[in-house]
């Protein structure tokens, strides 16, 4: 009895135990069938949801599901029949939402508000659709994102500022459109709107002409990921040593599709390999050495290790002595820069030769080769040239207009040499009559040499070797008293003088103005 009545007892102390016990299941029960109804509720029709992914590929979609859960972080909705992606298709910010794809659609409009509540999105797929323009400011809102797919669509033109403000996107893929215009303000060094990209894709584009020039500045890491096969590009040959320079150096824009870049000569030549047109059949364009520096002695040079891979750790040179050069902060005329780079301080001739820079990351290591050349003569800076030609040119005005003085400014001397020679000329005739040995039996004639006497100045007004000089001024007869030398240009003093006839002086009845033939002789003389 007692045994009865003690398992009465423990059943009525397990009672409330059990009774609680039921009551906390139902509990849980009934929780779980909500929150899995709710999540029932929130996935929407016709799509699969797992976890934070939902799927609606292949769903015959003709728009935009309105209602998303907040928590989704991957949406796939390729494979539909959409065509528009409005701003009110995300009423609600979603956060969580990392990867959207919209691929293998019919969009041909997409507003420029439609991702704006995407804040964090970081995948965006937009490939295999109609869209022909990217409007301004289209994937501005998109700071955080790192891949946009926009191949095999019909992009004709692409507002730039598309792409503003992106500073985080790494990948772009444009093949399989109509752009004829390499979009250079993207990667361009230094001005780049996309600093962060490293892979490029413009193949299979309509693009004919390629910035070879602006090619060569980029880093190697920028050229590892620049896609142009498949382009008509134009032949030339800066474009041959630009592809050959990439295939040498392994880049993959130039070693992945090799075949596939091609360029065309001219109507009848066209999808020729780039890299063949050093053949004498094609271009002949010359071959281009791999990566050479040049170089004056006494330059401060600095020599970059151009990795392909970005991110390099590691960065060590080797001189062509063999030896390993030091790291920064250091008395050597050689260091390694914090960025890598090789700087040779006041270089010489013996700096010349073949340098090694071994780079070392995460992915593989890399081994460069630059061969420096040293010319030994210093470069001429712009400065000096222009200085150089400015004291030329300075110096021929100067002597141009010393010139124009010598022949214009000078005083003239030829009328008083006129008036000299025409008095010269009187006075040599004169003397040629008073010289002459040929006697004159004329009377008139006499009587005109009496009256020309007459005129005379007087026997102290005496000339060179003893001659009066007529119609003269006392200070004209100082000047000719002043004169040693008789002029012997003149043809009738010169024949006076050397003539084989004996001199014949004049009597005292013409003027007492006579010379004895031994004066004579003796004047001739003094004047030989």
Same mark, same amino acid.
């Given at each position: 009895?007692?045994?009865?009545?003690?398992?009465?007892?423990?059943?009525?102390?397990?009672?409330?135990?059990?009774?609680?016990?039921?009551?906390?299941?139902?509990?849980?029960?009934?929780?779980?069938?909500?929150?899995?109804?709710?999540?029932?509720?929130?996935?929407?029709?016709?799509?699969?949801?797992?976890?934070?992914?939902?799927?609606?590929?292949?769903?015959?979609?003709?728009?935009?599901?309105?209602?998303?859960?907040?928590?989704?972080?991957?949406?796939?909705?390729?494979?539909?029949?959409?065509?528009?992606?409005?701003?009110?298709?995300?009423?609600?910010?979603?956060?969580?939402?990392?990867?959207?794809?919209?691929?293998?659609?019919?969009?041909?409009?997409?507003?420029?508000?439609?991702?704006? #509540?995407?804040?964090?999105?970081?995948?965006?797929?937009?490939?295999?659709?109609?869209?022909?323009?990217?409007?301004?400011?289209?994937?501005?809102?998109?700071?955080?994102?790192?891949?946009?797919?926009?191949?095999?669509?019909?992009?004709?033109?692409?507002?730039?500022?598309?792409?503003?403000?992106?500073?985080?996107?790494?990948?772009?893929?444009?093949?399989?459109?109509?752009?004829?215009?390499?979009?250079?303000?993207?990667?361009?060094?230094?001005?780049?709107?996309?600093?962060?990209?490293?892979?490029?894709?413009?193949?299979?584009?309509?693009?004919?002409?390629?910035?070879?020039?602006?090619?060569?500045?980029?880093?190697?890491?920028?050229?590892?990921?620049?896609?142009?096969?498949?382009?008509?590009?134009?032949?030339?040959?800066?474009?041959?040593?630009?592809?050959?320079?990439?295939?040498?150096?392994?880049?993959?824009?130039?070693?992945?599709?090799?075949?596939?870049?091609?360029?065309?000569?001219?109507? #009848?030549?066209?999808?020729?390999?780039?890299?063949?047109?050093?053949?004498?059949?094609?271009?002949?364009?010359?071959?281009?050495?791999?990566?050479?520096?040049?170089?004056?002695?006494?330059? #401060?040079?600095?020599?970059?290790?151009?990795?392909?891979?970005?991110?390099?750790?590691?960065?060590?040179?080797?001189?062509?002595?063999?030896?390993?050069?030091?790291?920064?902060?250091?008395?050597?005329?050689?260091?390694?820069?914090?960025?890598?780079?090789?700087?040779?301080?006041?270089?010489?001739?013996?700096?010349?030769?073949?340098?090694?820079?071994?780079?070392?990351?995460?992915?593989?290591?890399?081994?460069?080769?630059?061969?420096?050349?040293?010319?030994?003569?210093?470069?001429?800076?712009?400065?000096?040239?222009?200085?150089?030609?400015?004291?030329?040119?300075?110096?021929?005005?100067?002597?141009?207009?010393?010139?124009?003085?010598?022949?214009?400014?000078?005083?003239?001397?030829?009328?008083?040499?006129?008036?000299?020679?025409?008095?010269?000329?009187?006075?040599?005739?004169?003397?040629?009559?008073?010289?002459?040995?040929?006697?004159?039996?004329?009377?008139?004639?006499?009587?005109?040499?009496?009256?020309?006497?007459?005129?005379?100045?007087?026997?102290?007004?005496?000339?060179?070797?003893?001659?009066?000089?007529?119609?003269?001024?006392?200070?004209?007869?100082?000047?000719?008293?002043?004169?040693?030398?008789?002029?012997?240009?003149?043809?009738?003093?010169?024949?006076?003088?050397?003539?084989?006839?004996?001199?014949?002086?004049?009597?005292?009845?013409?003027?007492?103005?006579?010379?004895?033939?031994?004066?004579?002789?003796?004047?001739?003389?003094?004047?030989?």
């Amino acid at each position: 009895m007692w045994f009865q009545d003690a398992s009465v007892s423990r059943r009525r102390r397990l009672a409330p135990s059990l009774g609680s016990s039921a009551c906390l299941l139902l509990l849980l029960l009934g929780f779980g069938i909500a929150r899995r109804g709710g999540m029932a509720l929130s996935c929407p029709k016709d799509c699969v949801c797992a976890s934070n992914i939902i799927s609606c590929s292949n769903a015959d979609l003709k728009g935009l599901p309105l209602h998303l859960p907040p928590y989704a972080a991957v949406l796939d909705l390729s494979h539909n029949n959409l065509t528009h992606v409005r701003a009110e298709w995300a009423p609600s910010r979603l956060l969580h939402l990392h990867s959207l794809l919209l691929n293998h659609n019919h969009l041909n409009f997409i507003s420029t508000e439609a991702f704006i #509540n995407l804040p964090h999105l970081k995948y965006l797929d937009l490939s295999s659709n109609v869209i022909a323009s990217l409007g301004e400011n289209l994937f501005s809102k998109l700071k955080e994102l790192e891949v946009l797919l926009l191949y095999k669509n019909r992009l004709t033109r692409i507002d730039l500022t598309a792409f503003e403000e992106m500073d985080s996107l790494q990948k772009l893929y444009l093949s399989h459109n109509m752009i004829t215009r390499f979009p250079l303000e993207l990667v361009k060094k230094g001005e780049a709107l996309l600093p962060e990209l490293e892979l490029l894709d413009l193949s299979s584009n309509k693009i004919k002409t390629f910035p070879v020039d602006a090619m060569k500045d980029l880093p190697a890491w920028v050229k590892n990921g620049l896609y142009m096969h498949g382009n008509p590009l134009t032949c030339t040959c800066p474009l041959y040593n630009l592809f050959s320079h990439w295939q040498k150096r392994q880049l993959s824009s130039a070693v992945d599709f090799e075949e596939e870049l091609r360029c065309d000569i001219d109507q #009848n030549r066209k999808g020729i390999r780039i890299l063949s047109l050093s053949n004498p059949e094609f271009m002949n364009c010359t071959k281009v050495k791999e990566q050479s520096f040049i170089a004056y002695q006494g330059d #401060n040079v600095t020599i970059n290790c151009d990795t392909r891979q970005r991110g390099v750790t590691i960065r060590e040179w080797v001189t062509p002595r063999f030896e390993r050069v030091p790291q920064e902060n250091n008395n050597s005329s050689m260091l390694v820069l914090t960025n890598g780079s090789l700087q040779i301080s006041n270089i010489g001739m013996g700096d010349m030769g073949p340098y090694i820079c071994y780079a070392v990351s995460q992915v593989f290591n890399e081994t460069l080769y630059v061969h420096v050349t040293v010319h030994n003569f210093t470069q001429h800076g712009v400065s000096d040239t222009l200085n150089t030609a400015y004291t030329t040119l300075v110096g021929c005005i100067l002597s141009v207009i010393l010139v124009l003085i010598y022949l214009y400014l000078t005083p003239c001397r030829c009328c008083c040499r006129s008036s000299e020679k025409q008095a010269n000329q009187q006075e040599d005739s004169i003397n040629s009559s008073m010289l002459s040995t040929t006697p004159n039996h004329n009377a008139e004639v006499a009587g005109g040499k009496e009256v020309l006497n007459r005129h005379m100045t007087p026997s102290n007004a005496q000339g060179q070797n003893g001659k009066c000089k007529p119609n003269r001024s006392p200070r004209e007869a100082t000047k000719g008293a002043q004169k040693t030398e008789r002029k012997m240009s003149d043809p009738d003093s010169v024949s006076s003088v050397f003539s084989d006839t004996p001199i014949v002086g004049v009597s005292q009845s013409e003027g007492g103005r006579g010379y004895s033939k031994d004066k004579a002789g003796a004047e001739l003389v003094g004047l030989l």
